[in-house]
Nanobody, 120 residues
Framework: QVQLVESGGGSVQAGGSLRLSCDAS????????MGWYRQAPGKPRELVAT????????NYADFVEGRFTISRHNAKNTVYLQMNGLRPEDSGVYYC?????????????WGQGIQVTVSS
């Protein structure tokens, strides 16, 4: 089992910045992937960004457009999402996600979600 605790959400005006953090604890293997998804009201949950522990490979959704940066501190099992140039359409609940690589079957763990609100 893996537990995820998110922090750092809140409300900002368009153009502002927020930094999300997520701490993972539990059964964590050396090779794992952490990331962020988001969900706006009435819309499906969508990928924002992921990052691997082994080589720090990053994957971003197209809508990020260079505004967000995902990073991690492997020793702390923490992942961050620095969000700059926020837009109203970035509003939603942001979820931290984790999976241990090379585990079959794959199990994805989710945080409880944290609200991000961007006003125009």
């Amino acid at each position: 089992q893996v537990q995820l605790v998110e922090s750092g959400g809140g409300s900002v005006q368009a153009g502002g910045s927020l930094r999300l953090s997520c701490d993972a604890s539990g059964v964590i293997f050396n090779h794992n992937t952490m990331g962020w998804y988001r969900q706006a009201p009435g819309k499906p949950r969508e990928l924002v960004a992921t990052i691997t522990s082994s080589d720090g490979h990053k994957n971003y959704a197209d809508f990020v457009e260079g505004r967000f940066t995902i990073s991690r501190h492997n020793a702390k099992n923490t992942v961050y999402l620095q969000m700059n140039g926020l837009r109203p359409e970035d509003s939603g609940v942001y979820y931290c996600t984790f999976n241990n690589e090379f585990v079959v079957p794959r199990v994805d763990y989710w945080g409880q979600g944290i609200q991000v609100t961007v006003s125009s």
